[in-house]
């Protein structure tokens, strides 16, 4: 027999050949599908269009490899390359299950660097980076814009402080409730945004230490406490949140580029993160109750910041958190908040509230109740806590009043 003489094929590889194909030809077919959907579906938030594009290209990628291998079932001698494209689909799928079992959702890859919204910083972990982003725009000053029309040349400025509900990253520019308090103050006031996702009070107190030397603004109201509690029941936790908070702040900013081929591999991806000493490991215990260790914590940190503002000269107003708690139900602790459960977080809100009651007694800010006693609806949220467009207007409507008697 001559060497160009057909090879021989047995039964068994044919069927496992027949299998292979199948198997990528509705793999093909579903990812083909959810691509589409996503390409044509308009994000659900302006803030979520970059990571549109970042699930496109993941997408994208498993379609090139599904593809190669049903190409190589195609070949005669290409059967270990579709086994081998079969192992990479399984190690993917494993490690898609294993996230949605650890946090609740979906992996999201990150976007590349060119489409961060954010940019490293020495002490703040990471600040908005001057630019525009599918809508949303920070200007250089790392502040996202906020729509001040026809403001008088001697108006009060009114800096803003928190995490994503002040950042109000459910809105577009002109839809966020500091948009809509600028424009219910009127000509007279000038409101500047400079709330970052995930930021805790750690950071607002580092942010108030600096910020006012370069310009003193009339008052600067801090809407916060959420991601506080997220550090409830952190095991030895520390006081400056750094082996819990901060760190993972570099993802939730999208800081932690790993490349195209981890970010697009997530089985890739998991395998360095067990290997990675730059890996967050928290232990916990998952608990109703208030952490007194986040309290003492949070009433000293916001007790500074109104003590440093007194300093300056700004009036700090505190604004106590608020949420949509009709969706905060259930036994559900992963996430975002990793060791209280949904349905405990109402009464941990309230308690932290309390607590920021407590600190502006301590330091002599004021203390704007007026959201408390609002009817809040799901109607008024984008999802567990961030304001919808109307949301964000009702709440900016309820502190407008107060806001303008105490900024006079």
Not at 160 to 167: D, E, L, Q, R
Not at 276 to 284: M, T
Request: charged residues 20%; negative net charge; contains cysteine.
């Amino acid at each position: 027999m001559s060497s160009s003489s057909p090879v021989s094929v047995v039964p068994g590889e044919r069927i496992v050949r027949l299998l292979l194909l199948v198997l990528f030809a509705l793999s093909l077919a579903v990812l083909a599908a959810i691509a589409l959907y996503i390409f044509q579906k308009k994000p659900h938030i302006d803030y979520s269009a970059t990571n549109r594009l970042a699930d496109l290209t993941y997408l994208e990628t498993w379609l090139a490899i599904l593809a190669t291998g049903a190409l190589a079932c195609l070949w005669r001698r290409g059967l270990v390359i579709g086994f081998a494209v079969f192992l990479l689909l399984i190690a993917e799928a494993g490690a898609q299950i294993y996230v949605y079992v650890s946090t609740g959702g979906t992996y999201q890859p990150e976007p590349l660097p060119s489409e961060q919204k954010f940019e490293p910083h020495p002490l703040l972990v990471g600040v908005p980076k001057p630019g525009s982003f599918a809508g949303i725009v920070h200007d250089s000053h790392h502040r996202r814009r906020t729509d001040n029309p026809g403001k008088a040349a001697d108006a009060r400025v009114i800096f803003t402080y928190g995490g994503s509900t002040t950042y109000d990253l459910a809105n577009n520019d002109m839809e966020t409730w500091q948009s809509d308090l600028s424009r219910q103050l009127g000509a007279n006031f000038s409101v500047q945004n400079l709330g970052v996702p995930g930021y805790t009070s750690v950071e607002n107190l580092i942010q108030t230490l600096f910020d006012f030397r370069d310009l003193a603004p009339a008052c600067a109201l801090y809407f916060e406490g959420f991601n506080d509690v997220r550090n409830s029941h952190v095991r030895g936790l520390k006081v400056d949140y750094s082996d819990f908070d901060l760190p993972l702040q570099r993802g939730n900013l999208g800081l932690n580029y790993p490349g195209f081929l981890a970010n697009n591999l997530l089985f890739v991806r998991a395998a360095i993160g067990l290997f990675s000493e730059s890996e967050v490991h928290v232990e916990g215990t998952v608990s109703g109750d208030v952490d007194p260790r986040v309290s003492k914590i949070y009433v000293e940190n916001m007790s500074l910041i109104g003590e440093v503002a007194r300093h300056f000269g700004v009036r700090a107003v505190f604004i106590p958190a608020v949420a949509n708690w009709q969706q905060l139900e259930g036994s559900h602790a992963l996430g975002w908040i990793r060791f209280v459960e949904h349905k405990d977080l109402k009464r941990l809100l309230y308690a932290i509230d309390e607590d920021l009651h407590r600190a502006a007694e301590n330091s002599g800010a004021a203390f704007v109740d007026a959201p408390l006693q609002q009817d809040w609806t799901p109607e008024d949220f984008s999802d567990s806590v961030h304001f919808n467009a109307a949301g964000a207007k009702k709440f900016a409507a309820s502190i407008a009043p107060a806001i303008a008697d105490l900024c006079r």
